[in-house]
């Protein structure tokens, strides 16, 4: 019964030792992520800098719209909308999935 009880104790102790570990790594990507998405975005749409936002672009956004569709688009935002007048920050989180044997990174903001 007692040698139960330390295993038990002993896989508590390391799900909660993993769980603040996750914990700590999970807000330092946030902190990270949303840092990148204010400082990049304000560099987009202040100049709406096609070469930037393709630049930062991930290979599946380049496959759903390729570069020479989003320099098309940026064109006519930047006459119609003009420069960036407020920027109040980025929302959102970064989610951290396991799938498999394989950790998948997402993050979704909204600015």
Request: glycine share 6%.
């Amino acid at each position: 019964m007692k040698k139960l009880f330390w295993v038990l104790a002993a896989l508590t102790a390391i799900a909660v030792v993993f769980s603040l570990a996750l914990n700590y790594f999970n807000n330092n990507l946030n902190s990270e992520s949303k840092n990148f998405v204010d400082t990049t975005f304000r560099k987009i749409i202040t100049d709406w800098d096609a070469a930037l936002l393709i630049g930062k672009s991930s290979p599946s956004m380049l496959a759903m719209m390729p570069k020479e569709k989003l320099k098309a688009s940026l064109a006519p935002l930047s006459k119609e909308l003009g420069e960036l007048t407020e920027y109040r920050g980025a929302t959102g989180q970064v989610g951290i999935n396991l799938e498999g044997e394989k950790q998948v990174i997402t993050a979704t903001y909204a600015v």
